[in-house]
């Protein structure tokens, strides 16, 4: 099992930028790839983007593609996602979670070890 932790969301206004983290404990060797979903209220969880464990390959949602980056830090066992150019629609619980798998990095399904989320809220 993977616990995962995040940090770092808040309430911030349409344009500005704001960094979440998740860091990763226990079984992280087994991690193929993180990723960032987002659920917003009375919406289904929707992926945001992934990055392969090893190698940082990166994967983004069109929605987020240009404006949200994803990042890691393998020392530290954790995953960053930096998010410029915010909007009001980007407002939701982001989730980190982690998978073993290497195809459908995008599907929720895919992953095991989920983060408790961090609230962001974009005002506009």
């Known amino acids: 099992q993977v616990r995962l932790v995040e940090s770092g969301g808040g309430l911030v206004q349409a344009g500005d930028s704001l960094r979440i983290s998740c860091v990763a404990s226990g079984r992280t060797f087994s991690i193929y790839h993180m990723g960032w979903f987002r659920q917003a209220p009375g919406k289904e969880r929707e992926f945001v983007t992934a990055i392969m464990w090893t190698d940082g390959s990166t994967n983004y949602a069109d929605s987020v593609k240009g404006r949200f980056t994803i990042s890691k830090d393998n020392a530290k066992n954790t995953v960053y996602l930096q998010m410029n150019s915010l909007k009001p629609e980007d407002t939701a619980v982001y989730y980190c979670?982690?998978?073993?798998?290497?195809?459908?990095?995008?599907?929720?399904?895919?992953?095991?070890?989920w983060g408790q989320g961090t609230q962001v809220t974009v005002s506009s």
């Open positions: 979670a982690a998978t073993p798998y290497a195809a459908q990095w995008w599907s929720a399904a895919r992953y095991f070890d």
